[in-house]
């Protein structure tokens, strides 16, 4: 974890560097803005990666001596399939499209997304969809 | 029928004699058919959704280029009207790198491969990942669907300057849903490169430490990253130009107050870290191929992890080099760190032909197809590094010159990409590629690419500008842009091929679990890979846990232990 | 190609210093200062303005260089290709770093980068310098023509699209271009120039020429404009000082004031009836020039 964390750090630290550099130098906001942007981009998670790289035992993932069934047990749960990311995707697609083809077409559109956020939530918290 | 899954961790087993063991709380029962596909989270079923997509795109975009190709036949074509021309090439572009580029590198193998690589069961967040291919697909069909719009499809080129693409200049519904499309595959991508890297850092084998994982997951770890510094961006610039174009505000038009060059400021910002975005999977396709059939470890890793990283810090500031000839740009800045970028770009060319040094080369169709990426990349790189270099950039910008440059590039990652697709379609269907068809198919692609761009690097040089659809008559003009067809011909013709070759290839040759005596985690498993992506696992004491399983024999890698422990 | 022939760059006086002072790394730019034109111009157009000479000696440098980098990358790939064909089943050694030559492949770069960016510099600031000048030229680009004006006289210069305005310039002065926009961004490209430059809407952009042969030279808008983007041609005429002076004169006459009126007329006319989109069935592709 602290590799993961010490690459963010270091990216966010080059972006800082060089919007400093660009932003005395150039005469522009726009890119100087950006990049600064981009260093807390780099800092963010850099930084709670960071913080939890400290407080968290080693995973075997990061010994290099690990064996494979350090790693058993399980992980997470999901569910094994699920319609709502169809239904949430359809319903974007049906909002985006309500800014060319008519402002109607957000009915249904907003109604997927909203279908799709409350299911999607429900299975999470029952460990699957039923 | 829907059942819940618990998600078990990898079956882990160390002994090879459990290899036919079988645990049947691993098999997955989900709906089948059609309401499977839609309902599925399974990365590998969306990884064959995203690639089988990516394909047609790649299709559809290479049949623009082919009437683009034949208009410029004679100088005054009659093929396409002028206002078809602009959409064409519009479209052409969009399509390429939005619709096909992108989500082959970072959805299509990544999503395949990414999680088996690393020994993870699935991406982090499966869910997430079928939304991205939903949102992928329906912004490509929004995107496409300008084209049955009464105004036609967005005509005002894939990098939209504005006030080009303001709604006096495109008043049309086609360029409205070039915005949506981008939009919906926009956040596509976002929520590809969050799933992405949360799966990196957090599901990797035991062993699995990061400077022990291909570089091929390096690189998709690294296009992450600058998916979530870029692409919000870009999805920030488009609500802009959409608010211009309907809400009323003046935040590109002069006409308000507003600065047009701030467009191609944002775009850019996200445009060129896309480059790489683009590139990176692809460089990564080539860095797992070359050293698979040259039977050695990739040399020098951990300077190509370096170069890596190096490029996507650099590419952050680069962008204003497609902006030299606005003439409002700080041009010492953008040229050194543009010119700079060519350095770990070199490394990895480098490092590439150390691979192949004193290896055992063998001719596969996927590694012809690597050789011909690392060929035509360097001419691409190169020619790339004249445009770094402002004056130079003034003589040949917006010429066919800059053409030629993105095409040897873009055409290398073609190539890149198709080695990907033999090398990892056996895993993927598990049946192999004719290979004979498959050589054909690289001589007429790579062949075809420099008939195609060499032509137009001197046409650029004697001064034709991008984006015409007719040309002053000069009989060379004709010629040169003749043969450049005929090599885009040549191109179309390979890209038939290997159509032809999936269809005739199909159930034909069983790949096997690992056909090419590969060395990554993928090649452990079998083809195609279990629901959760395998039965049981190796010690993972190298980059190469497969190789070494196979070849206890051979020596260990001198670097190979240990890396990565000293934090 | 082009085929005037240029005098050497005064090159023979500096030899042994200069290839002294700077060393292996600018060897090519070296040897393209001794050998002056007599470099082959791989593929690009000899200038005849002073910067775009300029430009394309810098062109000819990065050539070199890439040649010299591209061939001798092109001999290793073809080498390793050839010479480690599989030929058994043998394991070969499993090599993976070589740190010097690795950070021999990663410092060399860095110094050709440098040496690149520093001929870039010198390159760039002569093509950039704005020196002081009485000539100056505005341009303004609009959609699908340009117009020329020149400051403190009457001469006036309008032209759509296959009609290709021509653009006045004196030979053997710095002459001074302020460029803009009316409606979108324009490309303002003379190939024999070797330069282009945008016109955009709401700022000027400056650049100088300084032509050194006398000619008509073609010119065309390079970014899309939109409908009639590939027939926004304009024309380049380089002529003697005094042949300058009385084209500007003649606009003092009744009949150029005449001209330049129509001119002027002839844009408010386009500009009242201008449609910059018109769907794509409407459109035909006609003649080119």
Known sequence: ?130 | MTDVLDTPLVQQSDAPAAHEEHHGHDEHHGPSGILNWLTTTDHKIIGMSYTITAVIMLLIGGAFAELIRAQLVSPNGHLVTFAQYNELFTMHGSVMIYLFAGPFAFGALANFVVPIQIGAPDMAFPRLNALSYWLYLSGSITMLLGFVTAGGAANFGWVGYSPLSDSINAPGAGADLWIGGLLLTGFSAIFTGVNLAATIFYLRAPGMTLFRMPIFTWNLLVTAILILLAFPVLTAGLIMLFADRHFGTHIFSVSGGGVPVLWQHIFWFWGHPEVYILALPFFGMVTEIIPVFSRKPVFGYKGMVFATLTIAALSLGVWAHHMFTTGVVLLPFFSIMSLLIAVPTGIKLFNWIGSMWRGQIWFSTAMLMSIGFVVTFLIGGLTGIYLASPPLDFFTHDTYFVVAHFHSVVMALVLGGMAGLYYWGPKMTGYMLNETLGKIQFWLLFIGTQVFTFPQYILGLQGMPRRMAVYPHDPQWQNLNLWSTLGAVMIGVSSLLFAINCIVSWKKVPAGDNPWDAHTLEWFTTSPPPHHNFYRLPKIRSERPTWDYNHPEAPALAHGNGEGSHS | METTPQPPQGAPARSGRSRRLRGLIALPFAALILSGCTVPSFGAKKSDTTTGLSTYHLWQGFSIAAAIIGGGTLLLILYAVLRYRRKDDSIPKQSQYHIPLELLYTILPILIVIGLFATTLVVENKVVAEPKTSYVVNINAFQWGWKFSYPGTNALVVGQTTQKPTMMMPLGVDVHFNLTSSDVVHGFYVPDFNFSRYALPGVTNNFTFHAMKTGTFFGQCTQLCGLYHSLMFFQVKVVSLPEYRNWIHQFDTPAGAAAAQAAQQALEQQNATHVPYKPASTTGTGAAN
Request: proline letters at 6%; a negative charge.
């Open chain 1, 1 to 130: 974890m602290k590799i993961e964390a010490r690459i963010l750090l270091l990216l966010g630290l080059f972006f800082g560097a060089m919007c400093a550099v660009y932003w005395t130098w150039s005469l522009e906001n726009a890119g100087g803005f950006m990049m600064f942007a981009a260093m807390l981009l780099g800092f963010l998670p850099g930084g709670y990666y960071w913080w939890w790289s400290r407080r968290m035992p080693e995973r075997p993932e990061d010994n290099p001596n690990a064996n494979p069934e350090d790693g058993a047990g399980v992980i997470g749960t999901f569910p094994g399939s699920s319609i709502f990311p169809f239904t949430l995707g359809m319903g974007a697609f049906m909002t985006v499209l309500a800014m060319v083809f008519g402002t109607w077409l957000l009915v249904p559109g907003l109604a997927l997304v909203v279908w799709a956020l409350l299911g999607a939530t429900g299975e999470s918290r029952h460990g699957g969809d039923h």
